[in-house]
DNA sequence: AATACGGGGGT
DNA sequence: ACCCCAGTATT
């Protein structure tokens, strides 16, 4: 089973593997990384535009490490787990600094930059220097749990051992950067999460999930998510042509993008209701405001919540003393971050209201 | 060891 | 609704 089971993968990446994607068979490390940046719990098809988009503005890591961090976390915005592009800028200055440059070139340099871990750095150090570390994705814990029918929970600390010697063990040394691409390739197109196909499966005659018809009950996981439910109010105060926005600092979704000023109830409020909560006070305290409107109700799933946000039109007179935040004229607005529930509202364009 | 972190797509 | 996605950092 064991013996057959490289051999055969390496065999179908080479005959029927026709997965084409724009890092796929790069060597340069800094493309590589920004690549598997990108795609962390990320499929490829979202993340590939984003790619491209930050290839052509920062070619080099020279040129991404120098960049302002507004400028890159513009060129992210959409794509999530915003952690990842704070960290993905910090690594790119480590390289410069710590590295002079120079891409890291062993496992464990590669995995002491900021966000990468055990994946990526086995990713980038098979596909740039092909040395012999395994990858462990998504992909990788679906195809060994199925075809050696392993049912220990992915999400534990055992399942995480497990796998990782399995997928090491597994692994051609020669061909380290071919076997992690095939792998993940083949998870993605033939043993996919949902409606494998099995039937033109290469590996289904020695599958012992399908053997054992265990296919769809593995991998297994164990964890169940709570999903909590949150109500933003954005107070969209104007003076003259500013708005006022700051940048979310706060051990929270969303940090280091853009808002308004926001207001957060445990329940839904009405405009009376808001206007009688303290923090709303405090905030207009000797000052004279207008209220102009309203927009629609605005819902975002995300995976530990679910947010419905209002936005709700202010304007004041006099120049208001708002300390935090910064007054930007709407129209450069978009040179700032913002999540997408407020992207959402500007492409609509409601602020045209007032 | 558990939990949080986004947004999109599929069933 | 629920699951999954080229996972990682933090608590």
Not at 50 to 61: L, R
Not at 175 to 186: C, G, P
Request: net charge positive; hydrophobic share 40%; aromatic share 14%.
């Amino acid at each position: 089973m064991k013996q057959f089971f490289t051999p055969a993968l390496l065999e179908w990446n080479q005959n029927e593997n026709s997965r084409s994607m724009p890092w796929k068979g790069e060597k340069d490390p800094y493309r590589i990384w920004l690549s598997e940046i990108i795609l962390q719990q990320t499929r490829v098809e979202q993340g590939w535009a984003y790619y491209e988009n930050f290839i052509q503005a920062y070619p080099t890591v020279k040129d991404l490490a120098a960049a302002p961090e507004e400028a890159v976390f513009r060129l992210w915005q959409g794509l999530g787990y915003y952690a990842r592009c704070k960290n993905m800028l910090a690594a790119a200055r480590q390289i410069v600094d710590q590295f002079h440059g120079h891409f890291p070139n062993t496992y464990d340099a590669i995995q002491s930059l900021k966000g990468v871990g055990p994946y990526t750095a086995a990713a980038i150090a098979s596909f740039a220097f092909n040395l012999p570390h395994a990858v462990l994705d998504g992909n990788v814990f679906r195809v060994l749990s199925r075809y050696f029918d392993i049912d220990t929970p992915i999400d534990s600390t055992t399942g995480k051992k497990q796998f990782t010697a399995l997928a090491q063990e597994l692994l051609p040394h020669a061909q380290s950067a071919a076997y992690n691409q095939s792998i993940m390739d083949f998870g993605a197109v033939i043993c996919k999460p949902q409606q494998p196909a099995c039937s033109i499966c290469p590996l289904s005659k020695k599958c012992k999930a399908l053997q054992l018809n265990l296919v769809g009950l593995l991998p297994v996981k164990t964890k169940k998510l709570v999903i909590k439910k949150r109500y933003f109010y954005y107070l969209v105060l104007q003076y003259k042509d500013n708005i006022y926005i700051r940048k979310r600092t706060e051990n929270d979704i969303w940090q280091n993008l853009h808002e308004f000023i926001l207001i957060e109830t445990p329940q839904p409020a009405d405009i009376p209701t808001l206007q009688a909560m303290p923090v709303f006070k405090s905030t207009f305290v000797d000052m004279s405001y207008n209220i102009n409107g309203t927009s629609a109700a605005f819902k975002q799933q995300l995976t530990h919540q679910t947010i419905y946000s209002q936005f709700i039109f202010m304007s004041v007179t006099k120049q208001p003393e708002m300390p935090g935040y910064i007054a930007v004229p709407r129209t450069q607005l978009d040179g700032f971050a913002f999540p997408k529930t407020i992207t959402d509202f500007l492409k609509k364009r409601e602020l045209s209201l007032f």
